[in-house]
């Protein structure tokens, strides 16, 4: 059984930065992709940015040149670094690994509230 653990969502002030977390455990390799997609209230869930495990990346417009993923494959962590956000930035946030066999894991989800 593989779960995902997310932390470090909240409430930030526009412009302002945010650092997530998300732990893999359980039957998971370090190979996997992990990424993180983002859910806003009456939309669909849509990717935020992705990684694999050599390093290579790819971002959603919408964050490119704000946010930046990082991975550690020694702790099978992936992380979100994002700056300079804005209100259309609110969303729950969850993190995702996709195994080599092409299994799909998701987390509970991490809110995140940008607002003054």
């Known amino acids: 059984q593989v779960q995902l653990v997310e932390s470090g969502g909240g409430l930030v002030q526009p412009g302002g930065s945010l650092r997530l977390s998300c732990a893999a455990s359980?039957?998971?390799?370090?190979?996997?992709?992990m990424g993180w997609y983002r859910q806003a209230p009456g939309k669909e869930r849509e990717l935020v940015a992705i990684i694999t495990s050599g390093g290579t990346t790819r971002y959603a417009d919408s964050v490119k040149g704000r946010f930046t993923i990082s991975r550690d494959n020694t702790k099978i962590t992936v992380y979100l670094q994002g700056t300079t956000l804005k209100p259309e930035d609110t969303a729950v946030y969850y993190c995702n690994a996709v195994t080599r066999t092409y299994s799909v894991y998701w987390g509970q989800g991490t809110q995140v509230t940008v607002s003054s």
């Open positions: 359980g039957t998971i390799s370090s190979d996997s992709t």
